[in-house]
């Protein structure tokens, strides 16, 4: 997706969410500071076969055990343990590192690839964890900063899908995802956990769109 066509969507989910964007564009500063010293080259080859994108919705569990994959997965950083009780280590996480952060270390120690993401919620965590992290690339959801780029997508998930279109992969199957039904943490607020949601449920059907399909809802999704 294109910037400015993402920046329409993303004024809307600031209103929407009360969301202030100076300070997501702080937050993409202050995470390019660190990414932007470590003397790596941040590019990301073509994606060639299909890409597996798995989010939490209820009942994962059961979906991953019944799934014959057969490409590359990203996972969204909620659905990261169960990913890995079941299946093995992923392609990569998407996460704005308010995930099981110990797993998420893990993952990064044996090289999955991270892809951590800016906002004006996750400064301090960003400050704490991404110094001892291997980041892949990062992102930010305003207008793109030094390495950090956007390509579309609000929560994990979705910024996932977007991610896996923009270097071509194929087919994108999603694996979990229930735009109904938030998957609570504790201490979380339900009602802007399903306005997430539904931005979620409103990018993805775009996207669908921008790929000659349409999103049709169930426990897999192909897209």
């Not at 919705?57 to 799934?67: R, T």
Request: contains cysteine.
């Amino acid at each position: 997706m294109e910037f400015d066509q993402w920046n329409s969507y993303y004024s809307r989910i600031c209103s929407d969410l009360q969301i202030d964007p100076q300070t997501d564009s702080d937050t993409a500063f202050f995470l390019n500071s660190i990414l932007e010293t470590r003397n790596r080259d941040y590019a990301q080859e073509r994606l060639r076969e299909s890409v597996y994108v798995v989010g939490n919705g209820p009942y994962l569990d059961h979906i991953l055990a019944d799934l014959d994959i057969k490409g590359t997965v990203f996972v969204a950083d909620s659905a990261l343990e169960k990913y890995l009780e079941i299946k093995s280590y992923p392609g990569y996480i998407f996460t704005d590192l308010d995930g099981p952060m110990d797993l998420i270390k893990k993952c990064s120690d044996e090289n999955v690839r991270l892809v951590v993401h800016a906002h004006g919620d996750n400064r301090k965590k960003i400050e704490n964890f991404v110094p001892s992290l291997k980041v892949h690339m990062g992102t930010t959801q305003n207008r793109p900063v030094g390495v950090l780029r956007n390509f579309g997508g609000f929560t994990d998930g979705d910024r996932a899908a977007f991610f896996a279109d923009y270097f071509g992969a194929p087919e994108i199957i999603l694996v979990g995802f229930d735009f109904s039904r938030p998957s609570m943490k504790e201490g979380s607020d339900y009602y802007r956990k399903a306005k997430k949601l539904r931005w979620a449920e409103i990018l993805l059907s775009r996207l669908a769109v921008m790929r000659g399909t349409s999103l049709k809802p169930g426990p897999v999704i192909r897209i």
